[in-house]
């Protein structure tokens, strides 16, 4: 195996691009030289994770919704026209639902949330796919962003939930489905990052005894240098799943 089959491009897609988890991974990438396409559905957001990148790597922002088909494969064309070969995906976008039991959950927002979580992660990982087993040489790397709700859930949080222990299947499959075409995929399982989805965490959630309890959060910026070592490695090693979470959070030992 030749070294430059080793070693995937240095570009990436970062999926949810905009804020949160997407963003700081998207600053990690570009500070360390990588070129990368941010994705997202707002425009504005992209472009200020742009200006943060500041000129250390190319970066371009993609508008996207990842629940679109054409969309998602515009994306992919477009990283192909700007940057050439793919080297990364940062399968990042997700959404949640308001805490609430199963018969209180409506199916519209039931469908929004798996939609985005896992038909988002689907498209993502299809046309990442298609790209990195297309192109000359073949491979490169897919992150997929699970969650600890990918291993234990929190009360009434049924969609959420499954959609993350779906995440879990695809990761592995496509680790598998990957191997021929030097195709490595791993899945990051995050607690607890301080992002605008997780400021509730910080105010007080229920536990599983139905206490309300304020819950320990981390940087962002660590989850980021965990996905960048994770897309830093030569395509003959994989993370294959790896939990990063604030220290004292609630999770080992949770229900």
């Known amino acids: 195996m030749s070294e430059i089959r080793k070693i995937a491009a240095r570009t990436a897609v ?4 905009g804020s949160g988890v997407g963003r700081a991974v998207a600053l990690a990438l570009a500070g360390a030289g990588w070129s990368v396409a941010l994705a997202g559905r707002r425009e504005e957001p992209l472009r200020e994770t742009a200006r943060l990148a500041g000129e250390a790597a190319p970066v371009v922002a993609v508008p996207t919704d990842v629940t679109d088909p054409g969309q998602v494969d515009a994306l ?4 192909a026209e700007r940057f050439g070969a793919l080297g990364l995906l940062f399968n ?7 805490p609430s039991l199963i018969d209180e959950l409506s199916y519209e927002r039931w469908r929004a949330v798996v939609d985005v979580n896992l038909g988002g992660a ?3 990982a299809r046309a990442a796919f298609r790209a990195m087993r297309e192109q000359d040489p073949m491979g490169g790397r897919i992150i997929n962003n699970g969650s600890i709700s990918a291993h234990v859930p929190r009360p009434k949080s049924v969609a959420y939930t499954a959609t993350k222990h779906a995440i879990t299947g695809l990761t592995r499959s496509l680790s598998l489905d990957g191997r021929p075409y030097g195709i490595a995929c791993g899945q990051i399982d995050i607690g607890n990052a ?4 997780t400021r509730r965490m910080a105010e007080g959630i229920e536990q599983p ?10 940087d962002a910026a660590d989850v980021a240098g965990t996905v ?3 897309a830093s490695l030569p395509l003959e090693a994989n993370v294959q799943f790896v939990t990063v979470m604030a220290t004292t959070m609630p999770y080992v030992g949770r229900g």
Do not use: I, Q
Request: glycine share 12%; hydrophobic share 50%.
């Open 122 to 124: 689907f498209l993502c």
């Open 194 to 197: 301080a992002t605008e989805m």
């Open 209 to 218: 005894d139905g206490r309300v309890v304020p819950e320990p959060v981390m």
């Open 228 to 230: 960048l070592h994770m």
């Open 92 to 98: 990042n976008a997700g959404t949640g639902a308001p």
């Open 76 to 79: 992919f064309a477009t990283v």
């Open 14 to 17: 970062v999926t949810g691009a």
